[in-house]
């Protein structure tokens, strides 16, 4: 069963400028997360979709963070502008349905850098 | 949130049983008691769950206190494979929400 992929695996770039990540889920799963690592920290959710509706965006800075997930497959995370504090690990996990019986499978993460 | 404190660091010797503590004094009736692990360079896994009754599985066992007020992760024999970062999660599920705080970090002395 191939896992969560997530890509660029790294990105570097400079406070104000653009980025996108993405996510391609394991293959039906319906609950997508996104997650966000600061080094030395546990990781901190910052949204979660059911199919492709917002199930909780409470934690996500949304004048400059945005997720999509369209067709309630793959899912993109967008910050615009950046800022150094951005720097860290952006997870994607899914599970196959919301709940407690249902684990969380993670990708690899993005690591950004912001200069 | 009901909230979970574990030590930040420990260390085992390989292929000696390690004994991950986690207290959860908050815990409420309802909160599962989750616990995944974080490779280096990688992002978290799943290792083992449980409410009341001690759990086994290929990975861990999991020892949970009468009172639920802490739980123990048991790792039967270390292996270098198993240095990672280990944390303890309390899930409501009426509030399907993973919260992670910073871990207990393991290292495994060859």
């Known amino acids: 069963e191939a896992g969560v992929a997530q890509s660029p695996r790294y990105k570097i770039i400079e406070k104000r400028q653009s980025v996108a990540f993405w996510c391609n889920p394991i293959?039906?799963?319906?609950?997508l997360y996104w997650y966000q690592q600061i080094l030395g920290q546990g990781p901190k959710l910052l949204i979660q979709?059911?199919?492709?509706?917002?199930?909780?965006d409470s934690q996500l800075p949304k004048d400059r963070f945005s997720a999509e997930r369209l067709k309630g497959v793959d899912s993109t995370l967008k910050i615009q502008p950046a800022k150094l504090e951005d720097s860290a690990v952006y997870l994607c996990?899914?599970?196959?349905?919301?709940?407690?019986?249902?684990?969380?499978?993670f990708g690899p993460g993005t690591r950004l850098t912001v200069t | 949130d009901a909230k979970t404190t574990q030590p930040n660091s420990m260390e085992s010797n390989e292929e000696e049983p390690v004994h991950l503590p986690c207290n959860h004094s908050?815990?409420?009736?309802?909160?599962?008691i989750h616990w995944y692990r974080q490779l280096p360079s990688q992002g978290p896994e799943y290792v083992i769950h449980g409410l009341t009754s001690n759990v086994n599985n290929r990975m861990a066992s999991l020892a949970i206190a009468e009172d639920r007020k802490s739980s123990t992760l048991i790792l039967h024999r270390a292996t270098l494979r198993d240095a990672a970062v280990y944390y303890c999660i309390l899930r409501d599920p009426s509030y399907d929400k993973v919260i992670f705080g910073p871990g207990t970090s393991l290292s495994v002395i060859p």
């Open positions: 996990a899914s599970s196959l349905e919301l709940g407690l019986d249902y684990e969380q499978y």
């Open positions: 908050t815990i409420s009736g309802t909160d599962y």
């Open positions: 293959s039906g799963h319906a609950t």
């Open positions: 979709f059911q199919n492709n509706g917002v199930v909780d």
